[in-house]
């Protein structure tokens, strides 16, 4: 979506009621007479909790939509650290208002305030509070009327908070900020799929060494056959790179042909579904790249792995192709062999027939004139 920020200090206000609260808390307090002073502080909780809800109510005025551009990464940034900041304040204020009025009636609401307020500081980038989520976490998860199922959302949404935080730090922290998360999961709280399911989707789009040591740890861990299938896959793939394809593939029309014979040319494998929503995308960015490195002596080949040829017929009606499109039939062997279930996916083999990329479909045409240069 495309927004734009105010231009306005969003904490100005906030600011403002607070200094204007604790004012009037102190000339409450100076009014009082001696002997009322061990009476309970009503006045200072009410004005407290009016302070809270003031700043609760004014966050960071949204985005705006702008005209004629998009915002740029450091605009979002700073938009999201004010966002981060004001969420730290109101936890700030909700802590300091249990702590002051612990057997106040609102003192459990605070506490959840407190709670949802570092969640949100910390999935807008607020990093620096990561400790402090944890160690409020674990005292939750001490709830005994929590079961299991109970603490286990609770370290989930830890790990979606955290892994959000890092947002700004580049994908590359984002990624191992999820790995080391997902394994602790996964490790925790054993009964639940989710820890070895976040592993498993960064093993599918991962290098291939990567890739093939997350299956790996996967499989040492995982009752799940259909995954057992696809990590045995991602270890395949890796045993594949730089070696020679020899498959044998079904074309459009029920003939068959052998990849061997390409020898002597690049080739660019181009691996979908009819159902993948990026495919049809995928297609049309082959056809383009077809134009021109085909003449150049680029083969290019689909291959497609729906389990009915309804779904692929219909994607090619709507995007005419003229390159042959190959069909893993039947019973999808070559895609259970290699793992390959995160589609479209571009593979491309030098003019000796070796697998050399697998995930092409970040930039293609460097490597196919690295290829063709060998």
């Given at each position: 979506?495309?927004?734009?920020?105010?231009?306005?200090?969003?904490?100005?206000?906030?600011?403002?009621?607070?200094?204007?609260?604790?004012?009037?808390?102190?000339?409450?307090?100076?009014?009082?007479?001696?002997?009322?002073?061990?009476?309970?502080?009503?006045?200072?909780?009410?004005?407290?909790?009016?302070?809270?809800?003031?700043?609760?109510?004014?966050?960071?005025?949204?985005?705006?939509?702008?005209?004629?551009?998009?915002?740029?990464?450091?605009e979002?940034?700073?938009?999201?650290?004010?966002?981060?900041?004001?969420?730290?304040?109101?936890?700030?204020?909700a802590?300091?208002?249990?702590d002051?009025?612990?057997?106040?009636?609102?003192?459990?609401?605070?506490?959840?305030?407190?709670?949802?307020s570092?969640?949100?500081?910390?999935?807008?980038?607020?990093?620096?509070?990561?400790?402090?989520?944890?160690?409020?976490?674990?005292?939750?998860?001490?709830?005994?009327?929590?079961?299991?199922?109970?603490?286990?959302?609770?370290?989930?949404?830890?790990?979606h908070?955290?892994?959000?935080?890092?947002?700004?730090?580049?994908?590359?922290?984002?990624?191992?900020?999820?790995?080391?998360?997902?394994?602790?999961l996964?490790?925790?709280?054993?009964?639940?799929?989710?820890?070895?399911?976040f592993?498993?989707?960064m093993?599918?789009?991962?290098?291939?060494?990567?890739?093939?040591?997350?299956a790996?740890?996967?499989?040492?861990?995982?009752?799940?056959?259909?995954?057992?299938?696809?990590?045995?896959?991602?270890?395949?793939r890796?045993?594949?790179?730089?070696?020679?394809?020899?498959?044998?593939?079904?074309?459009?029309?029920?003939?068959?042909?052998?990849?061997?014979?390409?020898?002597?040319?690049?080739?660019?494998?181009?691996?979908?579904?009819?159902?993948?929503?990026?495919?049809?995308?995928?297609?049309?960015a082959?056809?383009?790249?077809?134009?021109?490195?085909?003449?150049?002596?680029?083969?290019?080949?689909?291959?497609?792995?729906?389990?009915?040829?309804?779904?692929?017929?219909?994607?090619?009606?709507?995007?005419?192709?003229?390159?042959?499109?190959?069909?893993?039939?039947?019973?999808?062997?070559?895609?259970?062999?290699?793992?390959?279930y995160?589609?479209?996916?571009?593979?491309?083999?030098?003019?000796?027939?070796?697998?050399?990329?697998?995930?092409?479909?970040?930039?293609?045409?460097?490597?196919?004139?690295?290829?063709?240069?060998?």
């Amino acid at each position: 979506m495309i927004f734009s920020p105010s231009l306005r200090n969003p904490l100005s206000r906030t600011l403002r009621l607070l200094l204007a609260a604790m004012l009037f808390a102190r000339l409450g307090a100076l009014s009082l007479p001696a002997e009322d002073t061990n009476t309970p502080d009503i006045l200072g909780a009410d004005t407290a909790w009016q302070t809270l809800q003031h700043m609760r109510e004014t966050p960071p005025a949204p985005l705006k939509q702008l005209t004629g551009r998009m915002y740029t990464p450091k605009e979002l940034q700073d938009y999201y650290a004010t966002v981060a900041d004001q969420a730290g304040a109101v936890a700030d204020q909700a802590k300091a208002f249990y702590d002051q009025f612990p057997a106040d009636a609102r003192a459990a609401q605070a506490r959840e305030i407190y709670f949802n307020s570092l969640h949100t500081a910390m999935e807008s980038s607020s990093t620096n509070r990561i400790a402090e989520l944890e160690a409020a976490t674990v005292e939750r998860q001490k709830d005994p009327s929590l079961d299991e199922a109970g603490r286990f959302q609770l370290s989930l949404r830890l790990l979606h908070s955290v892994v959000s935080g890092r947002q700004y730090e580049g994908n590359e922290a984002m990624r191992a900020t999820l790995e080391a998360r997902a394994r602790q999961l996964a490790k925790e709280y054993p009964n639940h799929p989710d820890g070895l399911n976040f592993l498993l989707d960064m093993a599918r789009v991962a290098a291939p060494e990567k890739s093939a040591a997350l299956a790996r740890e996967i499989l040492a861990d995982t009752q799940d056959e259909k995954i057992k299938i696809e990590c045995q896959g991602m270890i395949n793939r890796l045993a594949a790179m730089g070696q020679p394809l020899d498959w044998k593939l079904a074309l459009a029309d029920g003939t068959r042909l052998d990849l061997t014979q390409w020898r002597g040319k690049v080739v660019l494998l181009f691996l979908w579904d009819g159902h993948s929503k990026y495919s049809s995308k995928g297609i049309w960015a082959v056809n383009n790249m077809y134009k021109t490195y085909h003449p150049k002596g680029v083969e290019f080949l689909g291959l497609n792995f729906d389990e009915k040829r309804e779904s692929s017929d219909s994607m090619l009606k709507d995007n005419k192709v003229e390159w042959p499109q190959y069909f893993d039939l039947p019973g999808g062997k070559i895609q259970h062999q290699f793992g390959i279930y995160s589609l479209p996916v571009i593979w491309l083999l030098d003019k000796h027939g070796a697998l050399r990329e697998m995930h092409a479909e970040h930039g293609p045409m460097p490597l196919l004139d690295k290829l063709l240069a060998e």
